[in-house]
């Protein structure tokens, strides 16, 4: 058994155990209440934990079959993502072959890109070339009906559900010099660091949370996203054995990806405000949808793939 089989069954059996821990507390508050009545908050927190352990395994299951089951399972991600996310988009019929296109040309070809480990294209193929493609394949329909909005979204959806997923398991390709073997092992920080950041961020913004950030959009507080990304500093360095960072590095790497991730859910909360709906889809009962589960990676993604290039690789 490899050296990064080992660590990658270590984590995933660390990540048990912290679920474990958390749901054994969750319960004891479940068992402080008044009889027959039901915390709201307590309800969503535990019901986050539940949809880790489910996240925990696909992802460690993935992380175990290497680079392919990798990208296997992001490119599904992305695919269940851009469908959440086109579906609360305005179209139209002339949008048809641009929809077929970005589901079964532009989505694939970023991940065989990726899985190539062409840098140069994965990085612009959609920001450039579908950025350009797509509204020319709509406006051939001759439909000028809404036209910037139908064509927006669509981009929008391209740049979340693919780009921004795509860079997550796009960290196995980075050159981190004696550390590129154990690459893979950054898709797991860079995850573990942003949910459980995320997480806890739910849980102290709750609890001590006192000032909204954007009370129109979201219940996030001050207080809440500071203990999250603070959580996730001291889980990062906790973890700097998988990383080349060392410790100062992993924690400032996992504050980074943390913060951006949160800001990147009040993206997606507003997203879902103005389109007037609670959860992204039903896919997961009680959970919502993909993005619903990874709003907070998508955003840190990219950032954390760059800043990971230019610092270390």
């Not at 069954?9 to 474990?20: C, P, V």
């Not at 991940?111 to 070339?129: A, E, N, S």
């Not at 020319?136 to 064509?151: C, E, Q, W, Y």
């Not at 550390?179 to 849980?203: C, P, T, W």
Request: aromatic share 12%; proline share 4%.
């Amino acid at each position: 058994m490899s050296p990064t089989t080992v660590d990658i069954l270590l984590l995933a059996f660390g990540s048990f155990g912290i679920l474990i821990g958390l749901t054994f507390i969750g319960e004891v508050l479940r068992a402080r209440q008044t009889p027959g009545t039901t915390n709201p908050v307590l309800e969503t927190f535990m019901t986050r934990i539940q949809s880790w352990w489910g996240m925990v395994a696909f992802v460690g299951g993935a992380l175990l079959l290497g680079k392919v089951g990798v990208m296997i399972l992001f490119a599904f991600c992305s695919f269940a993502a851009l469908r959440e996310f086109l579906t609360l988009t305005a179209k139209a019929q002339a949008d048809h072959k641009s929809l077929a296109l970005a589901f079964f040309v532009v989505l694939p070809l970023q991940y065989v890109f990726v899985g190539m480990g062409w840098t140069g294209m994965y990085t612009v193929f959609i920001p450039v070339y579908a950025f350009l493609l797509l509204p020319i394949m709509s406006a051939l329909r001759g439909n000028a009906d809404r036209f910037l909005v139908r064509v927006a979204e669509t981009q929008w959806a391209l740049m979340i559900a693919v780009f921004c997923v795509s860079h997550v398991p796009a960290l196995i390709n980075l050159d981190l010099g004696q550390s590129s073997d154990r690459s893979v092992l950054m898709i797991a920080f860079l995850v573990m660091v942003v949910q459980f950041g995320d997480l806890l961020e739910y849980f102290f913004g709750r609890r001590i949370g006192r000032h909204k950030i954007a009370p129109g959009l979201s219940p996030k507080t001050r207080e809440g996203m500071f203990c999250g990304v603070i959580s996730a500093m001291c889980i990062g360095a906790l973890l700097h054995w998988i990383t080349p960072f060392g410790i100062l590095g992993a924690a400032g790497m996992a504050g980074a990806a943390s913060l951006v991730g949160m800001l990147g859910s009040l993206v997606f909360a507003a997203i879902k405000r103005d389109r007037g709906v609670k959860d992204w889809s039903h896919l997961i009962p009680g959970q919502g949808g993909f993005v619903d589960q990874l709003d907070s990676v998508i955003f840190a993604a990219p950032i954390f793939y760059h800043l990971t290039a230019y610092f270390y690789g």
